[in-house]
């Protein structure tokens, strides 16, 4: 059974804390994608890499930056974490005309 | 890549059809259409996708218009379970892709 998972479920992270989310696949997949999703405005992604040590910037990158050292793992970072930072961040890997897969979602609170 | 819009809401009543429809004018040649559904707290699901031709599986099928420029996806006999967010999004066949969702239609099944 294919699987994306999330290293947390519920985070709670206070003002100007690093924070760091662990996403990993287990399917070989090259593309790996990160999104925030807030009420009313649907997933927006915010970055994605399409293989190893490659990133491009989705719709809102800023705040954030990501890192792809093996295909496996695709980690999202919040330099500096502030409150309209809190939201659900989910992550989908995929390969080339494949379905995406979704990990089950952290949801994010910053205090 | 081309961008989809959707109805906001949709009702249907238990055990009919439901026909959730996205419009994706300017999709090219090289577009697949895809359809996930999310169901509340849990991360997106892989429905069904197209490239032209009209598609069934045992969720769902997919209907695409000539012109492509939009498409409907049935579910032929809702149920409660199916209440969720339906995201249309359109996708290159291969290459590197942003993979972008918008904000989808949350349907509501009536009992």
């Known amino acids: 059974d294919v699987k994306v998972t999330q290293s947390s479920r519920y985070l709670v992270k206070r003002t100007g804390e690093k924070v760091f989310l662990e996403c990993v696949q287990d399917?070989?997949?090259?593309?790996m994608f990160w999104y925030r999703q807030d009420p009313g405005l649907g997933l927006r992604l915010i970055y994605f890499s399409y293989d190893v040590k490659m990133k491009e910037k989705g719709d809102i990158p800023e705040g954030y930056s990501v890192s792809r050292e093996k295909k496996e793992r695709f980690s999202l970072i919040l330099e500096s974490a502030s409150t309209n930072q809190t939201s659900m961040y989910l992550c989908?890997?995929?390969?080339?005309?494949?379905?995406?897969?979704f990990g089950q979602g952290t949801r994010l609170t910053v205090v | 890549d081309a961008k989809t819009t959707q109805p906001p809401s949709m009702d249907c009543a238990e055990g009919r059809a439901a026909n959730l429809p996205c419009n994706h004018s300017t999709i090219s040649g090289n577009e697949y259409v895809y359809w996930y559904r999310q169901i509340h707290s849990q991360g997106p699901q892989y429905i069904i996708h197209?490239?032209?031709n009209n598609e069934t599986n045992e969720m769902a099928s997919l209907i695409i218009t000539e012109d492509r420029k939009s498409s409907t996806l049935i579910l032929p006999h809702a149920t409660l379970r199916d209440t969720a967010v339906y995201y249309c999004i359109v996708r290159l066949t291969s290459g590197t892709y942003k993979y972008i969702f918008g904000t989808g239609t949350r349907l509501k099944v009536l009992a």
């Open positions: 989908a890997s995929l390969r080339e005309n494949t379905e995406a897969f």
């Open positions: 197209g490239l032209k």
């Open positions: 399917m070989d997949h090259e593309n």
